[in-house]
């Protein structure tokens, strides 16, 4: 079992920044895949970016401008949102996966989810 608790969400203006953090208990974290997702009102969780051991993934709205971290030595992944704009409004979940045959963007490649934090972006 792995339990996951994000914090960092907030209010901010677009351009501005935040950064997400997502900390983890239970096994082995350095074994997970490590996932962000979003929900905006309305629509499907949908994938924002994900690690592991290699390259990092991200959905192509988000590339440039997001960041997706991790520190295994504090079993926390983070993820740095850098010119935030309106359309970023959403919930965030962190996810964690162990071997999944589902790709990295998939939601069902992962089996633990955080309970979300709102990040509201103004214009």
């Known amino acids: 079992q792995v339990q996951l608790v994000e914090s960092g969400g907030g209010l901010v203006q677009a351009g501005g920044s935040l950064r997400l953090s997502c900390a983890a208990s239970?096994?082995?974290?350095?074994?997970?895949?490590m996932g962000w997702f979003r929900q905006a009102p309305g629509k499907e969780r949908a994938f924002v970016a994900a690690?592991?051991?290699?390259?990092?993934n991200y959905v192509d709205s988000v590339k440039g401008r997001f960041t997706i971290s991790r520190d295994n030595a504090k079993n926390t992944v983070y993820l740095q949102m850098n010119s935030l704009k309106p359309e970023d409004t959403a919930v965030y979940y962190c996810?964690?996966?162990?071997?999944?045959?589902?790709?990295?963007?998939?939601?069902?490649?992962?089996?633990?989810w955080g309970q979300g934090t709102q990040v509201t972006v103004s214009s």
């Open positions: 239970g096994r082995t974290f350095s074994d997970y895949a």
């Open positions: 996810a964690a996966g162990y071997y999944s045959t589902y790709g990295y963007s998939d939601l069902r490649h992962y089996h633990y």
């Open positions: 690690i592991r051991w290699g390259n990092p």
